[in-house]
């Protein structure tokens, strides 16, 4: 490989950043997905904690 031929290539992989740019996505989403579960955790928790509290309100 010549000298201009491999900086061509180092050159290519300087400028392509579409692997980093799909994990920077994938790092994203996996945030998002932490908070929703985060999220969605408390809500139940809250939410069956107030049907029990109505539940034994009515008897």
Do not use: H
């Not at 945030?31 to 999220?39: D, V």
């Amino acid at each position: 490989m010549s000298k201009e031929q491999s900086d061509r290539t180092l050159r290519g992989f300087l400028i392509d950043q579409d692997g980093a740019t799909a994990i920077e996505y994938g790092l994203i989403a996996a945030g998002i997905a932490a908070a929703i579960i985060a999220t969605v955790t408390s809500l139940g928790t809250s939410v069956k904690t107030m049907w029990e509290t109505i539940s034994n309100a009515f008897g």
